[in-house]
């Protein structure tokens, strides 16, 4: 178990017979300092007083929580590479990022310190860090699972979500955060192809073969507000980021190139944000027009294969994310084979509350390119 994964590595109860459990240190746990991934954070920080509610379910099914995971400082990035805490070392190729923020999450089942972690996603930051490790994610539908004693990124944008090596490890997540959560029994078959602009030859055939193989029928599809509301997604982010963090500029402990992006929410003004929050309701029912044609939008998760440790390329890893979370629907990362040395991640996007059809989607997806 490499130190860079986690942040704070716990001993489960004793008697605990459930899954293990990573938590993303920006989940409070009861007698556990937050710390967010920042050193800022983490000096100021006391023992949590309880857990956030989003344990509730974990903590009833007996779940061993093995620890903290480290991530992005701050949840702001996508690379995962933390300059506090060391990053945590992608398993595919050491020389690769883990993707972020949710990167020791990812790391953590990716290399079984953990059959199930909980990551959040306000960019992508459960899809990226699961794509980069080859591993699955699931960002949950806006406002599905609660943010409460979650420290936040971007309110309107963010959510909690499982992570796990496979649709098995899930469906057992979401059966932690959401007791009783079920998958369908009838799985989407009608699928709307959505091709991003620039994307590897590579992960685009990977994608197109995984469907072809298991036998859905797939039609192509446009979306013409994706890259607004990529752009839209982000004005909102970082002016959300800035209420939220704003209290630790100038602060010793804060990293350099965090307190740069949050310093940008200075210059957002209200007319941006009134501009972002129309074209999130367009976005809104443009997508909602699709799911009226089909029951499942296909795409890459990333364009790209993951980036070197040291590359400028970092928010060319969110095209493929960012638009959904202004859209607040349910998105599911599922590795798929590419016959090269490093797989590709298809994304599943659904109408919002629609996690247990992807989900079986999902699973016959998995089963088919296994």
Known sequence: MRVSTFIAQLDPPAGARGPRLAVKDLIDIEGVPTTAG????ADAAQPAEKDAPCMAGARAADARIVGKTNLHELAFGATGVNVWYGTPVNPLDASLVPGGSSSGSAVAVANDDADIA???DTGGSVRIPSACCGTAGLKTTHGRIPLEGVWPLALSLDTVGPMARD???LVLGMQLLEPGFSVADVPPTTVGRFRLPNTDPAIDEAIDRALATAELEVVDIDLPGWMKAFTDNGVILIAEA????????????LGEGVAT????????TAENVEQAEAGRQAWQQELARTFERVEVIALPTMPMFPIPVDSDKEFDLTVGTGSINLSGNPALALPVPTGGRLPAS???????????????LGRV???AVS
Do not use: F
Request: with cysteine; proline share 2%.
């Open 167 to 169: 649709i098995a490890g």
């Open 242 to 253: 800035w209420e939220a963090d704003k209290h630790l500029v100038g602060q010793d402990g």
């Open 346 to 360: 298809l994304q599943l996007v659904g109408p919002h509350n629609s996690e247990d059809r992807l989900l079986a």
């Open 365 to 367: 997806v998995e089963t």
């Open 261 to 268: 992006r949050i310093e940008l929410g200075r210059g957002i």
């Open 38 to 41: 920042c050193r800022a954070v």
């Open 118 to 120: 909980y990551g959040s």
